[in-house]
């Protein structure tokens, strides 16, 4: 895992430019905290911050490779899951290799089959390979867009990187919003457009895409999307068919050779995944570390809601002795979320949801003391359909992105007039959904209600679960750690994608078909218990500080932000006085200051 970044440019020479190039690499070098690498010739230049997983001494980057008369130089981040498979076709193929790392085999799987080289790839990565003989780039992206990659075309160049923060280093390119980027912030944020990187001119690659660039222009690429058939196993096969996949998938990401720890909450789909990991471990006669995040007073101050039933504590106790881990619970107080509330900002270089990734940014900062990688539950929710939106006709028919429900008009409300007649963030927000609807496969003959959920799916799949990746990405490798998602293993999404959501709620409960094919793994008290989201802090002392934090940027004429909001109604929000929850107002104003403090860290100007 790691960060990458690079620098192509058709009419100038930059063989000589390596001090721009180092710094750009600089500004992720937490992605890459053990070892960094350039290459640079008169058109292209590559960059690499290394953070060592498997193959320490052979997986040195930029990796550079000459196949007859052509030279190849390659910058990746991520892990190839089925490399060992690959690395034996491609011997049989004739192909010889000097090292044991996933990246030189990925590198020649892209000399022997070119830009299909992602049809033959299980994994995630972000990668970029320059053809100096055909002076042509090539970026690819994973399937669901687990690593990132953001690119800009300026002039006579092209810049890349894993992220925006080493784009922004370039001397060229300014941190500017337009129109559509105060759009993004305050109507889709803290989610964010597939393809679209919110700085004016920045694009990202969207997943299971690859671009190629050459000096006449691009070439983008779509090497997988979701397809809709009837599926027609019974409800056992399907069952089988998931746990098979999950068991192979673990075992794949299982691979490590650094200590490879579990993210255990208690709920179902970590719970599943440490049951299987600790299981293939203990073959080894290995012991599989598990961690799991509290708050300190978390049994006095929690209240349930929607997505919050229970403490997971209880749980991850019960799971951690049945599996037989070592379990380790970091306890994180209010103090703490507060001094860090911004450094997920700067690990995303956009705003988020506050202490939910202040938490997260916490909790992996104490894990990487002991281990470099982690299996984690998230995606389940989305490709197992777990979410109750997905059955509640407020949302299925809400004519808009169903996490938005709740907001929709309420956030507009707290913008000046002159931002919403700029920016038009509610229209603006409606085009997408449209666009996103538009992409759906639909599968004939199917019923509205089928089709309905259908295009939920599609929209939990392509939209939400994006941020949950970028969450997940940036706040885990800006401690240097990294972390993988089995289930985003593109074979599950493919297969859950037609299972239809009745057989996906088998057992009235939700993910009851993960429940029977995680059968024998669990407890059946753990096997049935309930959802409950991801824990938050519900310290009246954390909420009394961000109320504070909020009237102060508001007194302050010069805040960026102090032109952009309708200061009455924010008021009328830190005052309690708006007519939402405790709950709301803390994620409302918790954005804000994010948006402020970004606004004014980055420099950034709106145009």
């Keep these: 895992m790691c960060g990458i970044t690079g620098w192509i440019d058709w009419e100038n020479d930059i063989s000589g430019q390596k001090e721009i190039l180092e710094k750009m690499a600089g500004t992720i070098q937490n992605r890459g905290p053990d070892a960094e690498g350039f290459w640079l010739s008169p058109r292209a230049g590559l960059a690499h911050r290394r953070l060592i997983v498997i193959d320490p001494e052979g997986g040195l980057q930029p990796m550079v490779e000459r196949w007859g008369d052509r030279l190849f130089a390659m910058t990746y981040n991520g892990e190839i899951y089925n490399y060992l498979e690959l690395k034996k076709e491609l011997q049989e193929r004739g192909h010889t290799f000097k090292t044991n790392s996933d990246t030189e085999v990925l590198l020649h799987t892209y000399l022997e089959w070119g830009e299909d080289c992602v049809r033959h790839l299980n994994g995630i990565f972000a990668f970029a390979i320059w053809d100096d003989a055909n002076q042509k780039l090539f970026l690819a992206r994973d399937h669901l867009g687990v690593k990132p990659l953001f690119y800009t075309e300026k002039g006579s160049m092209i810049l890349f990187a894993s992220e925006i923060k080493a784009i922004l280093a370039h001397p060229e390119v300014k941190p500017e919003l337009d129109a559509d980027g105060l759009a993004e912030i305050f109507g889709n944020g803290p989610m964010r457009t597939p393809g ?22 691009k070439r983008v690429t779509r090497y997988w999307q979701l397809e809709s058939k009837p599926h027609t196993d019974d409800v056992e096969t399907t069952a089988a068919k998931i746990r098979e996949i999950l068991e192979d998938t673990v075992r794949r990401q299982l691979i490590s050779d650094m200590p490879l720890v579990a993210m255990l909450s208690g ?322 104003l918790e954005y804000l200051i994010q948006v402020n403090s970004w606004i004014k860290e980055y420099g950034i100007s709106i145009s």
């Design 267 to 588: 709920g179902l789909d970590s719970s599943g995944l440490t049951a299987i990991a600790g299981k293939e471990l203990a073959k080894e006669n290995r012991t599989l570390h598990t961690y799991s995040l509290d708050f300190v007073g978390s049994d006095r101050d929690f209240q349930t809601d929607l997505l919050h039933r229970d403490l997971d504590e209880p749980w991850v106790k019960r799971v951690s002795e049945h599996v037989k881990t070592e379990h380790h619970t970091i306890v994180l107080d209010s103090e703490e979320l507060l001094e860090n509330l911004l450094v997920p900002l700067r690990a995303r270089d956009l705003p988020g949801i506050g202490e939910m990734e202040t938490s997260l940014y916490l909790l992996f900062r104490e894990i990487k003391k002991d281990a470099t990688v982690a299996l984690s539950g998230e995606s389940a929710d989305e490709v197992f359909s777990g979410y109750p939106w997905f059955h509640q006709d407020e949302f299925l028919n809400a004519g808009t992105f169903p996490w938005r429900v709740s907001t929709t008009g309420y956030l507009s409300s707290l913008l000046s007039q002159e931002t919403l007649n700029y920016a038009r963030p509610d229209d603006y927000v409606q085009t997408r959904y449209a666009e996103a609807i538009s992409e759906v496969p639909a599968l004939e003959g199917e019923g509205d209600l089928e089709a309905r959920q259908r295009e939920m799916s599609y929209l939990f799949i392509t939209r939400f679960l994006p941020f949950m990746l970028d969450r997940k990405d940036r706040t885990s490798m800006y401690t240097g750690f990294e972390v993988r998602v089995p289930f985003c293993d593109y074979r599950l999404v493919e297969y859950l994608w037609n299972v239809p959501y009745r057989v996906k709620t088998v057992d009235n409960i939700e993910k009851g078909i993960l429940r029977r094919a995680l059968k024998g793994y669990l407890p059946d008290d753990v096997l049935y218990r309930r959802k409950s989201a991801y824990p938050t802090a519900q310290n009246p002392v954390y909420y009394q500080a961000i109320i504070r934090w909020a009237n102060d940027i508001l007194a302050d004429h010069n805040s960026p932000i102090y032109s952009l909001v309708n200061r009455r109604n924010v008021q009328a929000l830190i005052d309690g006085k708006a007519g939402v929850d405790e709950g709301q107002i803390v994620k409302a």
């Design 196 to 217: 679209v990187g919110v700085f004016k001119g920045i694009k990202e690659v969207r997943a299971g895409h690859s671009i190629t660039f050459t000096r006449e222009g």
